[in-house]
């Protein structure tokens, strides 16, 4: 078995993170539960952010908060000096609250409203990332009204098809997200920004996709925007001085993944910049990249009580848990796969293989098919490893299913950064017929 950080066996033969038994963790704040292993966490961050500040290179590390935005989360990334990734107000008002410097925060999205715009000029962020002719239209307009003025990059489509999963590829020209670089749409949207007054045009922004293996789709990314940047030195007397080559950097899921370390996406982005900036003798921009899974996904373990199972004779053994698609749609939505030990006996010799299922009232609601384990018994405990990304930030309320609790563990310490929901909670906003 691969075990992630911090993640082993104690000497009670049970799994252990960040110092802490699993088991215990259980039984202090409940199941399912997410725990995180802060010092994994940690050590993503200055993977990423040390190769940058080694080689001498102008960066900001931001986190994507989409992948897992919480309180805690959040001051831990501004604790390791990251600067940070929004998508909504919602993810604004949390990194707000959370006390983040707000010059250190960028404000993404493809449809941002009024009032998240107007929002994000309020608490002078660090930049805005436009993304459509819209945005630009309407950021302006909000300025103008205000008379505020904004640093803001340009979401361009490289055009690069990056090998992932459909509904997480981004950087393709059919796409819902940034200005085409291709068709002249990302010149036109330079061009009508520049003519704003209220708006200080830092460079230009790309993501291509997610949980990408190779650096190949980033360095031809890299390789199309430069490309342009030194047309538009002449035909728009422009100089970026930022290039935001966007997150993806990909994980371990399974044995099946095979990615690299933090400081090799970073080395060899580098190492492309400046090759590209020599051959077109520009002035080296900054470089930003926006890391989510890669900074939080392995940190990660969903803990759940074993329940129900189902022989289905020479087809399939079904185990439940305790919790399913509301507390990780993943597999349900993008068919991804985990591995899982029984957290009260890791190292039991696997004697069969079940299909774990969750708790909801859908078929499709399956967390790891024909994954192989010892012989379970009542009370037994599943870790299920890697949820960090997108697990505890996609999670809902289907069939009323309260959402779990996240506990941090670093040193042997559990601190709960998120309450359990309650019964109560799943009410809170309803009102009565009459
Ligand atoms: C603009 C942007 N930046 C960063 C990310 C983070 O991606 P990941 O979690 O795969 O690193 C995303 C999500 O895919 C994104 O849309
Ligand atoms: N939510 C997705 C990835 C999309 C990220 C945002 N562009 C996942 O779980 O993998």
């Not at 430069?226 to 080559?245: H, I, P, R, T, Y």
């Not at 470089?287 to 759940?304: C, F, K, M, N, Q």
Request: proline share 3%; net charge negative; glycine share 8%.
């Amino acid at each position: 078995m691969y075990f992630y950080g911090t993640t082993g066996v104690n000497g009670k033969g049970n799994l252990e993170i960040g110092g802490v038994d699993a088991v215990e963790l259980a039984e202090q704040f409940g199941t399912p539960l997410y725990v995180y292993d802060v010092a994994l966490m940690r050590e993503r961050a200055r993977g990423f952010k040390k190769t940058f500040d080694e080689q001498n290179v102008k960066a900001q590390v931001a986190y994507a908060s989409k992948a897992f935005s919480t309180i805690a989360m959040l001051q831990l990334a501004e604790e390791e000096g990251l600067s940070l990734d929004v998508v909504s107000g919602g993810e604004l008002y949390t990194a707000i609250r959370a006390g983040f410097p707000v010059e250190r925060i960028h404000f993404h999205g493809n449809n941002k409203s009024r009032e998240e715009l107007e929002m994000a000029l309020e608490h002078k962020i660090g930049c805005i990332v436009v993304d459509n002719f819209y945005e630009l239209e309407l950021l302006k307009t909000i300025c103008l009204e205000k008379s505020e003025t904004i640093s803001i990059l340009l979401r361009v489509t490289p055009g690069i098809e990056a090998h992932t999963h459909d509904y997480i590829l981004t950087g393709q020209e059919d796409s819902k997200f940034g200005f085409d670089l291709q068709n002249g749409q990302a010149e036109e949207a330079l061009a009508t920004a520049l003519r704003i007054n209220n708006f200080n045009v830092l460079g230009l922004h790309c993501h291509i996709g997610s949980q990408i293996f190779e650096t190949t789709g980033f360095l031809l990314a890299a390789e199309k925007i430069v490309g342009k940047m030194n047309q538009w030195k002449d035909s728009l007397n422009f100089e970026a001085k930022v290039l935001n080559l966007g997150g993806g950097f990909g994980i371990r899921y399974t044995s099946e993944d095979e990615p690299l370390l933090p400081s090799q996406y970073v080395s060899q982005i580098i190492k492309e910049v400046k090759r590209l900036i020599q051959q077109y003798s520009m002035e080296m921009p900054e470089i930003w990249i926006e890391p989510g899974r890669s900074l939080v996904g392995d940190a990660g373990t969903t803990l759940y009580q074993i329940g129900s199972s189902k022989e289905v004779p020479g087809v399939r053994n079904y185990l439940a848990v305790d919790g399913g698609m509301s507390d990780n749609i993943r597999p349900a939505l993008y068919q991804a796969k985990y591995e899982a030990v029984l957290a009260n006996k890791p190292l039991a010799k696997s004697t069969k293989k079940v299909s774990i299922a969750g708790k909801c009232c859908e078929s499709g609601d399956m967390l790891i098919w024909d994954l192989p384990l010892p012989e379970t018994e009542e009370d037994d405990l599943l870790a299920v490893f890697c949820t960090g990304a997108y697990g505890y930030s996609m999670a809902n309320n289907y069939n009323r299913i309260p959402r779990p609790a996240v506990v941090f563990v670093e040193n042997g310490k559990a601190a709960l950064v998120v309450k359990r929901e309650t019964y109560e909670d799943l009410i809170r906003l309803d009102l009565p017929l009459k």
